[in-house]
């Protein structure tokens, strides 16, 4: 989300100071306030920056957190719709792969026929 668009989402929020719009649009617009900035940074720096009023404060960071709820559902569920069998091999795979035998006769450990390992 762009700068221009943080500015319209906040000329959306029903019950903004209207009269405060442009200062709070000129400050986004100088703070270079984008929606990963707001996705990401820290709840009282924001407020901090946006010298907001109370009310329009309280407004503004309901929709703050409601669009990073939204977007971690988002997350959340793209997560989850990956395919089950995405992860699982193939029956057939497994009859290719060779199998690993980790017991050697003794034989392999001596160099010698008949010979005791360790003798």
Partial sequence: MSVDAVCEKLKQIEGLDQ??????????????????????????E???EM????G?????????LDM???????????SRTV???ANTIPHNELT???????????TELTGLPGQAPYG
């Avoid at 990073?68 to 793209?78: G, T, Y």
């Avoid at 290719?96 to 003794?106: G, S």
């Fill in 51 to 54: 010298n907001m009023n109370f």
């Fill in 83 to 85: 395919p089950e069998h």
């Fill in 56 to 64: 329009d404060w309280h407004l503004f960071r309901s929709a703050v």
């Fill in 68 to 78: 990073r709820n939204a977007e971690s559902q988002a997350v959340h569920e793209d």
């Fill in 19 to 44: 009269t405060m719009l442009g200062q709070y649009s000129a400050t986004i617009k100088k703070a270079n306030i984008n929606g990963r900035v707001l996705a990401q940074c820290n709840i009282d």
């Fill in 46 to 48: 924001l407020k901090r």
């Fill in 96 to 106: 290719r792969r060779p199998t690993l035998n980790n017991e050697l006769p003794h």
